[in-house]
């Protein structure tokens, strides 16, 4: 009798554990949240697996709330000892083409880019905004 209400205790903390894990990995917070309208205008990423990853993005935003875009750019995916960018435009520009090579993006855009985002290699952020 005892050994069937340890199995039924220890059942039941495991569930209630694995109910807890779930929930927690199903309620983080993500893009999703933010209070901006943001649209993913076009990306970019090298074929590079084993050295550094380039991962490039475009995005176009309703309104200039630098920190809900800096919140965007922590969103994004980054890798170890790779470079992820994201250039913020203040309105659709259609279709935009990205290049891994400075300049990203075709100059004539350049005029409605409204913020940068940059997590380097190291994990450290440059957030620029162009007023």
């Excluded at 074929?47 to 490039?56: L, S, Y």
Aim: charged letters at 25%; a neutral charge; aromatic letters at 16%.
């Amino acid at each position: 009798m005892k050994t069937k209400y340890w199995r039924y205790l220890i059942g039941g903390i495991v569930a209630v554990l694995l109910l807890v894990m779930v929930y927690a990995s199903l309620s983080q917070p993500g893009v999703q949240d933010l209070k901006g309208d943001y649209r993913e205008l076009a990306r970019y990423r090298n074929e590079n697996n084993t050295g550094p990853v380039i991962r490039i993005f475009a995005v176009a935003t309703d309104g200039k709330q630098w920190e809900e875009m800096r919140a965007y750019g922590d969103f994004m995916p980054h890798t170890k000892y790779g470079n992820t960018r994201v250039f913020f435009f203040d309105r659709d520009l259609g279709e935009i083409e990205l290049s891994p090579e400075p300049p990203y993006f075709d100059a004539k855009w350049e005029r409605y880019c409204i913020a940068t985002y940059e997590k380097t290699a190291m994990g450290q952020v440059r957030w620029q905004q162009v007023d």
